[in-house]
Structures are given as C-alpha cells and as structure tokens.
C-alpha cells in the first residue's frame, strides 16, 4: 500500500470531515478529484496522494489495452417477438391447466450467452384459488 501513494497523483483537499463517534473517529478528507482518503488523522497537508486515482489510470490502461470490445448479439424484433409468444402461450397453458387467472403466473426468463431461455414459473395462489385447486 505504501508504493501505491508514492505512485499515486497528488490532489488538493477541499474539505476534512469529522465521522463517528468518542473512540472511532475517522477524518474523510475530500479531494478536488471527488475521491475520499480516509484517515484517523486530520492532515494539515494542502494536497494527498488519491489512490482511487491511480487504481482509475490502471483500469483504463487494463481496458485500453484489450483487443476487441465484448460484443452481444442482439435479438431482431421478430425473434425477440415470436420469444414473447412463446412466453405468453406458456403462461396461458399454465393458468389454464391451473384454473386461474393469467396474472397469477409469472415466466422468468434469462438471456444465456445470447440465446433466451425460460428459467422458472411462479404462480400466485390466493386462498381462494388455494381452496379451489385443493378441494377443501
């Protein structure tokens, strides 16, 4: 951690804030990047070193430095429609087979690697429908 903030560029502090409480407090010192060091001492310093900073810089060297941007394929409108069919015929199917409302039933559905797939069905039971599927 040490070399981190010889390495780490230098900002001024725009303002020390007080936190906690007798015991643990701890001094935020915001920096004009908007970062915040936190230390258990108020520092006289006009300017620290903002780790935030430079872990920043190396993420954006880390990004840069890929070769080709992730890409995700997109569902044109009639696969992504005839999807949304499929979805809705399973949803009436089953409040049919329930013998409910087709608001009681809910598809979730996950995009896997591009391709869409139906992961689980809930269905919301009142007491009525309860009583009624149950025979009591």
Not at 32 to 53: D, M, N, Q, W, Y
Not at 98 to 122: C, H, K, Q, S, W
Request: with cysteine; proline share 4%; charged share 30%.
């Amino acid at each position: 951690m040490t070399t981190e903030h010889r390495k780490a560029p230098r900002r001024e502090v725009v303002d020390i804030r007080r936190v906690g409480g007798w015991g643990s407090v701890v001094y935020h010192h915001v920096l004009s990047c908007g970062h915040i060091e936190k230390r258990p001492r108020a520092t006289k310093a006009p300017k620290l070193a903002c780790v935030f900073c430079l872990r920043a810089e190396e993420v954006v060297k880390t990004m840069s430095s890929l070769k080709t941007p992730i890409k995700s394929e997109v569902l044109d409108d009639e696969e992504f429609a005839s999807f949304e069919t499929k979805v809705q015929m399973i949803k009436a199917s089953l409040a049919s087979q329930m013998n409910i409302p087709i608001d009681a039933v809910d598809v979730a559905i996950a995009d896997e690697a591009g391709i869409l797939r139906i992961r689980y069905a809930t269905i919301f039971l009142t007491e009525k429908d309860v009583r009624k599927i149950t025979g009591l």
